[in-house]
């Protein structure tokens, strides 16, 4: 079951920005492949936190202390707009949507609904004091802060859908994390997301829901049998985002 997707930047009004998140989020959950799947450039997917099984999230709620960027958490189900995210290239070397990713490769995660990057740096974290995660820039504002590796365990040479990986931050060397520590109100339930320069179980991450674009045809051979590398998937039934405002923790 293959899906062509053509991406188009979210321009003009925030209630037409917030119309096509919308939109995709209901295309989104259109698609669904049981088959494991390459993770391709290009695509807009959701993390599963392996440990608690939330979603990474961001909105448009700052932190209070700290840098007072964006706020990122986790998100308990699979159903929000807000836990999209697409994955990019970096500046210098950007990758071409449907390319593969390899092991140890550097990319870029932009949260769909603000346009912001998924960032970090050496400011504490709300609840545990570890490092600060948070979304920042925009379409045209980004720097190496927004910068992570993807790791994994194991030999193959490609990320999959079912591969346990682990983001490595490029400045601080620190990994994208998440526990059980819960903020209150305005986001109550939602749990901290940081970064911790050690990797343990907590810092495990898995590609869930998504729209997955086709692996181009000169990459099929490394991600795989090509079958399922032309697969696009999707496992959400995301129907919208939260309720979250512009407010502030």
């Given at each position: 079951f293959?899906i062509?997707?053509?991406?188009?930047p979210?321009?003009?009004s925030?209630m037409?920005?917030?119309?096509l998140v919308?939109?995709?989020?209901a295309?989104v959950a259109c698609?669904?492949a049981?088959?494991s799947?390459?993770v391709?450039?290009?695509s807009?997917i959701?993390?599963?936190?392996?440990g608690?099984?939330?979603?990474?999230?961001?909105?448009?709620v700052a932190?209070?202390?700290?840098s007072?960027q964006?706020s990122?958490?986790?998100?308990p189900?699979?159903?929000d707009?807000n836990?999209l995210?697409?994955?990019?290239g970096?500046s210098e070397k950007?990758?071409?949507?449907g390319?593969t990713?390899?092991?140890?490769?550097?990319?870029?995660?932009?949260?769909?609904a603000?346009?912001?990057w998924l960032?970090s740096?050496?400011?504490?974290?709300p609840l545990s004091?570890?490092?600060?995660?948070s979304a920042?820039?925009?379409e045209?504002?980004?720097?190496?802060?927004?910068?992570?590796?993807?790791e994994?365990?194991g030999?193959?040479?490609?990320w999959r859908?079912?591969t346990?990986?682990r983001?490595k931050h490029?400045?601080t060397g620190?990994f994208l994390?998440s526990?059980?520590?819960?903020f209150?109100?305005?986001?109550?339930?939602q749990?901290?997301v940081?970064?911790?320069e050690?990797k343990d179980k907590?810092?495990?991450w898995?590609?869930?829901?998504?729209?997955?674009l086709p692996?181009?045809?000169g990459?099929?051979?490394?991600?795989g049998?090509g079958k399922?590398?032309?697969?696009a998937?999707?496992?959400?039934k995301?129907?919208g985002?939260d309720?979250?405002?512009?407010?502030?923790?």
């Amino acid at each position: 079951f293959s899906i062509a997707i053509v991406v188009f930047p979210i321009v003009g009004s925030t209630m037409a920005q917030a119309t096509l998140v919308v939109l995709l989020a209901a295309f989104v959950a259109c698609a669904y492949a049981a088959d494991s799947v390459a993770v391709t450039c290009g695509s807009t997917i959701k993390l599963q936190h392996i440990g608690t099984q939330f979603r990474l999230h961001s909105h448009e709620v700052a932190y209070a202390r700290g840098s007072q960027q964006q706020s990122v958490t986790c998100y308990p189900t699979g159903d929000d707009a807000n836990s999209l995210w697409i994955l990019l290239g970096t500046s210098e070397k950007p990758c071409v949507p449907g390319d593969t990713v390899k092991k140890g490769q550097a990319v870029r995660l932009q949260h769909v609904a603000t346009r912001k990057w998924l960032h970090s740096h050496r400011f504490q974290s709300p609840l545990s004091g570890n490092l600060e995660v948070s979304a920042f820039g925009s379409e045209s504002q980004t720097d190496g802060g927004d910068i992570w590796s993807v790791e994994w365990e194991g030999k193959h040479r490609v990320w999959r859908q079912e591969t346990k990986i682990r983001l490595k931050h490029r400045d601080t060397g620190a990994f994208l994390y998440s526990h059980q520590a819960q903020f209150g109100n305005p986001i109550a339930g939602q749990l901290e997301v940081c970064a911790m320069e050690r990797k343990d179980k907590n810092s495990e991450w898995q590609a869930a829901e998504g729209v997955y674009l086709p692996v181009n045809p000169g990459k099929k051979k490394e991600s795989g049998d090509g079958k399922d590398g032309n697969d696009a998937a999707d496992a959400s039934k995301a129907d919208g985002g939260d309720d979250d405002g512009k407010e502030e923790l």
